[in-house]
């Protein structure tokens, strides 16, 4: 029953620090290599080499400008990918129980076998975190590597999300969010982590940290910068000759 | 939203045939013999027809019989269920009606109450989305029952009726129309929800993550055609409620009947176009388009 759980035991999910991102898109590549390579079906591109090349990402950076009143604008790069919602729409409207949740690990996922691919759980989630792949027919999402994460055959520094392991950064972290002394929960709660569209009400477990205030440009004082100031406003000697000769030419800014 | 042909013809052309069973199913005094059969085919036609173009856009339609499973949570599947009842129950009554010329009253009221669920069921797949704020409203359901039974009206030869409900089907899109243009504004997110970095200043889509397009930006955030949306609003009204209207208050014609539905099919296509070229789908705010 594509019914929600009451309560999962842990809510593993991912903690993205927007503070730190640099935005090389490396955890996307890992991300569409890991689950191309292993569980499910392939993430299918469509005409790759050509003019109009698509495909299927369970993980895509975007990048924004903010503006902010006073000051340079400043550039943000913003992973976005399955957030894990409590209260996950995807999961009810599916009408196959493709669409599940799971109980013990809060972690959403999909049965490929039983899905029919009308789309309706994409449309239903406001993240754009499912994508239909055009090849198989089937929505494909963040499985969070639950193939990964409980894999004994992987040394224990691998057990964690492609993306996570991958990120050069340090700006994924993984864990259980739903265990408050966990180190993702501490770090939610040092840094001030949030949620994206909480009007939405889907409660994502997924959380973002907010970017740290940046140096601004009014109000420092350097102690040599006195020093660098102009010590001529007009030019002299041979400079200032060239200016006045050059400026008395025909077409010169003087009269 | 993507307005893909099949569903547009699916929601069109099931709401007419659903519209039509209804009217059949009340009807005291139903058409029997070879009229009622003709009736009941061109209901059966629609409502069936329109159903199965649905699976057309499924990505696996070799598994939509998976769809009856989650009635419970799934308003897609309850569509499913409601469906299947109101057009068996339809078939039963058709049948004593026309080979026996008997109408058992209940089983009509019932199989109507089951073609008017499924046209609220099938308004619900759309009015559940609080992702598409235009949609996630108590008017999605009215608009599709009054257009379902107004068109049946009509379909149905019902004049006086279909003119009142036309009238009304034209009054409830007009205000949908109007308010609908503000419920995105309404809803509260935006580009600063979205990304969480309003507070820092005003945010600004700066690279999209990929050199081409994607299949959210194909399904969800279709802006193709929105610019013509006030033109084909005209159209749309002119052909689905005045015309038909006008044609209905001539003295009474077959021809004149007849170009008065195929003004109505017509118009119907065009405003449920609009119904979904013009929803716009909060994720769109990532990517900085509406």
């Given at each position: 029953?594509?019914?929600?759980?009451?309560?999962?035991?842990?809510?593993?999910?991912?903690?993205?620090?927007?503070?730190?991102?640099?935005?090389?898109?490396?955890?996307?590549?890992?991300?569409?290599?890991?689950?191309?390579?292993?569980?499910?079906?392939?993430?299918s591109d469509q005409d790759p080499y050509g003019a109009d090349p698509t495909g299927t990402f369970l993980n895509r950076v975007h990048s924004y400008e903010v503006q902010p009143e006073t000051g340079p604008a400043q550039l943000f790069h913003f992973p976005k990918s399955c957030l894990h919602c409590e209260d996950a729409p995807c999961v009810t409207v599916c009408p196959t129980g493709a669409s599940y949740k799971r109980a013990e690990d809060g972690i959403v996922l999909v049965n490929e076998s039983a899905c029919i691919g009308c789309g309706l759980c994409a449309w239903a989630c406001p993240y754009g975190a499912r994508e239909l792949d055009a090849a198989e027919g089937v929505m494909k999402k963040c499985t969070l590597c639950v193939d990964r994460i409980y894999n004994d055959n992987l040394p224990e520094e691998d057990r964690l999300p492609a993306c996570v392991r991958t990120c050069p950064a340090g700006a994924r972290h993984f864990g259980d969010l739903g265990d408050p002394d966990s180190d993702v929960s501490r770090l939610v709660v040092e840094r001030g982590g949030f949620d994206l569209m909480p009007e939405q009400g889907t409660k994502p477990v997924n959380k973002y940290l907010p970017p740290r205030p940046k140096d601004g440009w009014e109000g420092q004082v350097d102690v040599l910068a006195p020093f660098l100031a102009p010590v001529a406003e007009e030019p002299k000697g041979f400079l200032g000759w060239l200016d006045r000769a050059l400026g008395a030419l025909p077409g010169g800014d003087r009269p | 939203?993507?307005?893909?042909?099949?569903?547009?013809?699916?929601?069109?052309?099931?709401g007419l045939g659903l519209g039509l069973l209804?009217?059949?199913?009340?009807?005291?005094?139903?058409?029997?013999?070879?009229?009622?059969?003709?009736?009941?085919?061109?209901?059966?036609?629609?409502?069936?027809?329109?159903?199965?173009?649905?699976?057309f856009h499924l990505g696996r339609p070799e598994r939509a019989i998976r769809a009856f499973s989650q009635w419970r949570t799934s308003w897609l599947s309850r569509e499913a269920w409601t469906a299947l009842a109101a057009l068996s129950v339809m078939v039963l009554h058709a049948a004593l009606v026309v080979l026996f010329g008997f109408s058992l009253s209940l089983l009509g009221w019932l199989g109507a109450a089951l073609c008017l669920a499924t046209v609220f069921t099938t308004s619900m797949i759309y009015a559940q989305l609080r992702t598409v704020p235009r949609w996630h409203h108590w008017s999605t359901p009215l608009l599709f029952l009054t257009l379902s039974l107004a068109g049946g009206a009509l379909l149905s030869g019902r004049v006086s009726v279909a003119m009142v409900l036309l009238a009304i089907t034209g009054a409830v899109q007009l205000w949908?129309?109007?308010?609908?243009?503000?419920?995105?504004?309404?809803?509260?997110?935006?580009?600063?929800?979205?990304?969480?970095?309003?507070?820092?200043?005003?945010?600004?889509?700066?690279?999209?993550?990929?050199?081409?397009?994607?299949?959210?930006?194909?399904?969800?955030?279709?802006?193709?055609?929105?610019?013509?949306?006030?033109?084909?609003?005209?159209?749309?009204?002119?052909?689905?409620?005045?015309?038909?209207?006008?044609?209905?208050?001539?003295?009474?014609?077959?021809?004149?009947?007849?170009?008065?539905?195929?003004?109505?099919v017509a118009g119907v296509i065009v405003a449920r176009w609009l119904f979904f070229a013009e929803a716009e789908h909060v994720v769109g705010?990532?990517?900085?388009?509406?």
């Open positions: 029953m594509t019914s929600l759980p009451a309560s999962t035991e842990r809510k593993l999910g991912l903690v993205i620090d927007l503070d730190t991102c640099v935005g090389c898109h490396a955890c996307v590549v890992s991300c569409k290599g890991w689950n191309t390579e292993n569980y499910g079906a392939p993430l | 939203m993507h307005p893909a042909p099949s569903i547009i013809a699916f929601t069109t052309l099931s209804f009217w059949l199913g009340i009807d005291p005094t139903p058409p029997t013999g070879w009229v009622g059969a003709v009736f009941f085919a061109i209901g059966f036609a629609l409502a069936g027809g329109g159903l199965m173009l649905s699976t949908s129309w109007r308010d609908g243009d503000e419920r995105l504004a309404r809803s509260g997110s935006d580009m600063a929800s979205a990304t969480g970095l309003g507070g820092i200043g005003t945010v600004r889509a700066f690279e999209p993550p990929h050199t081409g397009t994607n299949y959210l930006m194909r399904e969800m955030v279709h802006v193709v055609g929105r610019k013509h949306a006030q033109k084909l609003r005209v159209i749309a009204m002119g052909l689905m409620v005045v015309l038909p209207v006008v044609l209905l208050a001539l003295p009474f014609g077959h021809a004149w009947a007849g170009l008065a539905v195929l003004s109505h705010f990532y990517y900085g388009k509406r």
